[in-house]
């Protein structure tokens, strides 16, 4: 996780020359929001994590001693951590499949219901913890993000309508 940002820039810095100048442009906006959005997802999750532990410390019961070992603590942050990142990328997915073609923003609006089962099902995987915190706390975001990507979608489809108009005529 700390050295997440030394490899990806080694990663930019090999992938950059093979790139024209239009692949640029839309390769820095995503590294940009993917990177802020993983940091915002470890962010919440830091955040969260304290209610998260205070709500399975309240459902083992009061005869139950706590102890905690330092190693599986950091361990459990860490995956918190890596779970809300990698959750917060979907939203760079969902757009990069809507520039490429493969899905349109009016297909996603007319999954939202789906989208939504999907989206809460994925965050109750994906959070070590396993309360309905950490859940919640993964699913509200993606679901905002959700909306978002659509947003995101139909403008760049309008922006495309907008560039075919003015090159026909």
């Known amino acids: ?7 990806m820039w080694q990663i930019w810095r090999f992938v950059v020359p093979a790139l ?8 820095i906006p995503f590294i940009v929001s993917s990177t802020v959005l993983f940091l915002l997802g470890c962010l919440l999750a830091y955040l969260t994590l304290e209610k998260a532990l205070e709500f399975l410390i309240s459902w083992a019961g009061q005869d139950v001693e706590h102890l905690f070992q330092v190693s599986k603590y950091i361990r459990l942050v860490m995956l918190m951590a890596f779970a809300f990142g990698v ?20 297909q996603l609006i007319g999954a939202w219901r789906y ?30 993000l959700y909306f978002v990507a659509i947003g995101i979608g139909m403008i760049a489809q309008r922006r495309t309508a907008a560039r075919e108009r003015v090159a026909a005529t």
């Open 20 to 27: 024209k100048g239009n692949e640029k442009r839309y390769a």
């Open 87 to 106: 959750g917060f990328q979907f939203p760079v997915l969902l757009v990069f499949l809507q520039l490429v073609g493969v899905i349109t923003p009016q």
């Open 115 to 144: 989208a939504i089962v999907g989206i809460v099902l994925l965050a109750a995987v994906i959070t070590p913890s396993g309360d309905p915190i950490s859940l919640t706390a993964l699913a509200g975001p993606m679901l905002v």
């Open 1 to 7: 996780l700390i050295a997440l940002p030394v490899i």
